[in-house]
């Protein structure tokens, strides 16, 4: 696909180029929306501005909603007044109010001025809740019928308002106060008599989410339910938008990747790599580093306090990095596994004593099989002696217990504190693990080998 992608793109540049504009617009017609916005991206912002003029007024709107909001921002500049005014009166204002937020304050104001009122009204209404919120992603463009209609009366309210609706598959049905009644889908739709009642073939249960809930919590209902769209009620239970799946993906996208940056200890941000400066990318990091660097001092304080011991029995040395690996990584498995659990809602604080009982019967089960394997392998390949060995292979045990029951125990706090479990990750774990693997592998050599 890639390849077919790549070959088109360069016959379009080539048509470009030659001024072939009668050909280049039959391909550009016959395309995806998404794969044009892919390819308008890499244009020159003067070739841009003047193939986009080539497409259809609707496939124009669906373009630009696709592309980058720097690329957005080059073709409103360029736009005339009547040119944003086509776009603006094409996207739906969900789309709009996505656009809106990532513009200069200058560009707002254009953008406003050519929206129409009960548009502009909309934008301000959904611009007003917070930012994580599911009013936040919503949009007010749905198909709502009255429980008194007939099948018929309802075909005819679709075909009439359903034109500029984000979907018409999934209507809703509403009282006077507009107050959320019920659901009903194109399908029951069709497959019911013309004269049949919405109130008969409606879903009277029907699961909603208010204005403020969280968006992240609002995509998992997706998740659990494979809904195509989500119906958003205010204090009064009355209809005020809709969450759609394309939406609902893009917050798991975003959820997903903040969650991915924190687990490596960045700080999460919303724009792309090859869109971020050095600069940028250095200000996300360095604090994370900075903090886990001066933590790590504490088993700089452990070595220098067992120094005697290591001067006594130098091989115990060269078991260090091997025991800190194994026991960190041995964290981070736990802490992944857990944190995605929670995700998912697999796991609740309340199964805190059910997951550190699991955690722990797995720590030995694989603390026990890596101590046996590590005291063959010193013994045989090492070739040091039995109670280094079993010193090390002792610490290998209860490390990796430790580490496990540590790497299920934080995630499950920080949630529960308030925190974003995701932060329990890697980095942290692991520095928590190495200062206290020391601890056991100094101590437990010390008894053994008497230093």
Request: aromatic share 8%; hydrophobic share 45%.
């Amino acid at each position: 696909m890639n390849e077919m992608f790549e070959a088109v793109a360069e016959n379009i540049k080539d048509l470009l180029h030659s001024k072939k504009w009668a050909k280049l617009k039959i391909i550009l017609e016959d395309m995806n929306e998404q794969d044009i916005a892919e390819l308008f991206m890499e244009l020159e912002e003067r070739d841009l501005t003047l193939i986009y003029r080539l497409l259809p007024k609707e496939l124009a709107a669906e373009v630009f909603v696709n592309m980058e909001p720097e690329y957005q921002e080059a073709l409103i500049r360029a736009f005339s007044d009547s040119e944003l005014r086509e776009v603006l009166d094409e996207l739906y204002v969900d789309d709009a109010v996505d656009i809106i937020e990532e513009m200069p304050a200058t560009l707002v104001k254009r953008i406003l001025k050519h929206t129409d009122p009960e548009m502009r009204k909309s934008i301000n209404e959904i611009l007003r809740y917070p930012e994580d919120s599911a009013g936040s992603i919503m949009t007010t463009e749905y198909v709502d019928l009255k429980r008194s209609m007939t099948v018929s009366d309802a075909f005819t309210r679709i075909r009439r308002t359903g034109v500029d609706k984000e979907t018409i598959y999934t209507c809703y049905v509403t009282d006077s106060k507009r107050k959320l009644k019920g659901v009903v889908t194109a399908k029951e739709l069709l497959l019911s008599d013309e004269g049949d009642l919405i109130r008969d073939i409606m879903e009277p249960n029907v699961i909603s989410v208010s204005t403020r809930e969280d968006k992240e919590v609002v995509a998992d209902l997706f998740q659990k339910y494979d809904f195509l769209a989500l119906p958003v009620v205010d204090g009064e239970e009355r209809l005020v938008g809709i969450v759609t799946v394309d939406d609902a993906i893009d917050v798991l996208q975003e959820e997903m990747t903040e969650d991915i940056e924190k687990m490596a200890a960045i700080t999460p941000t919303d724009k792309p790599y090859l869109k971020m400066s050095v600069f940028e990318n250095y200000k996300k990091r360095i604090p994370w580093l900075m903090l886990l660097m001066v933590s790590a001092t504490f088993t700089e304080k452990i070595i220098n306090h067992f120094e005697g011991a290591l001067t006594a029995c130098v091989a115990l040395t060269a078991f260090i990095p091997m025991l800190t690996g194994t026991c960190g990584n041995c964290g981070s498995q736990s802490s992944a596994t857990i944190i995605r659990g929670m995700s998912l809602g697999d796991i609740q604080f309340k199964d805190t004593f059910k997951v550190i009982a699991k955690e722990m019967m797995i720590a030995f089960a694989c603390g026990f099989t890596l101590a046996c394997v590590n005291f063959v392998k010193l013994m045989i390949f090492d070739d040091v002696g039995v109670f280094v060995a079993l010193a090390v292979s002792v610490t290998m045990l209860m490390a990796v217990v430790f580490a496990k029951v540590v790497g299920s125990i934080l995630p499950v706090l920080a949630k529960k504190i308030g925190f974003d479990p995701a932060v329990m990750s890697s980095p942290f774990i692991s520095t928590i693990v190495d200062a206290v693997t020391l601890l056991i592998y100094f101590t437990i050599a010390s008894a053994i080998l008497k230093l």
